[in-house]
């Protein structure tokens, strides 16, 4: 899967309005909203947000986990091998 970023991929993401941004929305955009749903989820509703936006739930985890910070590059590269189709 080919992420819409409209960061540069050295470009750290610090916030989740940087994560928004490398998914190709921005912070005030659906993608903003559904990333600061996500954050607020607990596991159990994080596991049905899941079931409609796999790919934003990946992301947000990936994010997460990263330390200090993963690029927009990095997280493109993670998504490399996905297909378009998400299958």
């Known amino acids: 899967?080919?992420?819409?970023?409209?960061l540069p991929d050295d470009h750290p993401l610090a916030?989740?309005?940087?994560l928004a941004l490398a998914l190709g929305g921005s912070e005030d955009s659906f993608t903003g909203d559904l990333l600061r749903l996500i954050a607020k989820?607990?596991?159990?509703n994080r596991a049905r947000l899941r079931a409609g936006f796999p790919l934003q739930v990946a992301a947000w985890e990936i994010?997460?986990?990263a330390a200090p910070?993963?690029?927009?590059g990095e997280l493109a590269d993670?998504?490399?091998h996905?297909?378009?189709?998400?299958?």
């Open 1 to 6: 899967m080919t992420l819409r970023s409209a």
């Open 78 to 80: 993670e998504f490399a």
């Open 82 to 87: 996905i297909p378009d189709d998400h299958g």
């Open 63 to 65: 994010w997460m986990g």
């Open 69 to 72: 910070h993963i690029t927009a």
């Open 15 to 18: 916030t989740y309005a940087d």
């Open 41 to 44: 989820a607990d596991p159990r």
